[in-house]
């Protein structure tokens, strides 16, 4: 095998950290789309579309146009939205995507009104104050009922937070809290946009290089796979693979950790394509490409979304490891560089 294309790293973090910093709740995903779309229209040779549904297309026609693939990776995190404005003025929230409401508490958000405008606040529990609530600060149940967003702005009722300009639907985006120490990426929402920054970069190496993919390749970049469907339209009928690239689940019991990419053979939708799978095993061990096979217990992709819709294509997935997913997450730079330069052999590949 021939050595492949570098992927340049400071790049590609540097993308990944404008795209953490740029919110994008399911629902309201168009800002990281469109980011994503301006840092794909660098290279002349993908074509850009957008599908109805929001999502981006991009179409790089390859050595052969005879058997074509696709490969995706998802824009939208992670959010809530204003359910009810309290009495008190604070804003009850519903869930976008499943999480648990004490892996936010204490963030800080943003709530993005119907018309843009943008008001900073936190999630807080109802009975915040140990000195006010004694023991029930502990004990209180971590649920809808009992978490509220205290806004950082001058309203003890419902009337003057409507006054701000915020009402029942506005989005909320958790704070990305975003930090690179020691090669370490800690922040909110690396799922999924950790691998749409590798996807960059993989497109970034090849153009770069003066290549091609072996096969023309769509690449979607996904706007509502947290709630179950993204990838279920807009992937072209007529692809032969799909390649979905999201983060690996790492803990207890795990074989995919922070430093390795990760081909995941099984999760809650079944197994992956088999042949597919074995396929990327291969292109891994023939690049020296660091990685683990791994079964995600609770865990759904954008490749089963396109199974689910009919889509008759051969699907596997990859990526980088990544601690306490859907919690206060935490990758290496390892893992991204072995991600990414695992999708190139892949798009170069016969
Ligand atoms: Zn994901």
């Known amino acids: ?27 309201l995903a168009e800002p990281a789309i469109a980011l994503t779309e301006h840092s794909l229209a660098a290279f002349q040779a993908l074509q850009l579309a957008r599908t109805r549904k929001g999502a981006l297309v991009a179409t ?14 998802h824009a939208d995190t992670l959010g809530a939205m204003v359910k009810e404005i309290k009495a008190n003025g604070r804003l009850k929230l519903t869930r976008i995507g499943g999480f648990a409401w004490n892996t936010v508490e204490g963030e800080g958000v943003e709530v993005i009104s119907s018309k ?11 009975r915040a104050s140990s000195h006010v609530y004694g023991s029930e600060v502990n004990e209180l149940k971590r649920d809808d009922g009992n978490i509220e967003v205290r806004l950082d702005a001058r309203t003890g009722s419902e009337k003057e937070t409507r006054d701000l300009g915020i009402e029942v639907g506005d989005f909320v985006a958790f704070d ?12 909110r929402h690396l799922d999924d946009k950790a691998c749409v920054a590798v996807l960059v970069a ?38 032969e693979e799909l390649v979905v690239v999201d983060m690996a689940a790492v803990g207890e019991g795990q074989t995919s950790d922070e430093f390795h990419a990760s081909l995941c053979v099984k ?50 997935l990859i990526g980088p490891g990544v601690d306490a997913s859907h919690s206060y997450e935490r990758t290496h730079t390892e893992a991204l560089v072995a991600t990414a330069n695992w999708l190139v052999a892949y798009l170069l590949s016969e």
């Open 1 to 27: 095998m021939t050595k492949l294309p570098e992927i340049n790293t400071q790049a590609m973090l540097d993308f990944l950290s404008e795209l953490l910093k740029t919110p994008s709740p399911t629902g």
């Open 60 to 73: 790089w026609t390859g050595e052969r146009d005879d058997l074509p693939r696709a490969v995706t990776a």
């Open 116 to 126: 843009g405008r943008r008001i900073r606040g936190s999630i807080l529990l109802t």
């Open 176 to 187: 990305p809290r975003l930090e690179m120490t020691a090669g370490f990426i800690r922040s």
């Open 202 to 239: 993989a497109v970034k190496a090849l153009a770069d290089a003066g290549l091609k993919p072996a096969h023309t390749t769509t690449l979607f970049i996904s706007n509502y796979e947290e709630v179950g469907h993204g990838a279920a339209a807009g992937i072209p009928a007529d692809v």
């Open 267 to 316: 999760d809650s939708g079944g197994p992956y394509h088999h042949g597919l799978s074995e396929k990327l095993r291969h292109l891994a061990e023939d690049n020296h490409i660091p990685y683990r096979v791994d079964i995600y217990p609770f865990y759904g992709s954008d490749g089963e979304a396109f199974w689910s819709a009919g889509g008759d294509v051969a699907v596997a």
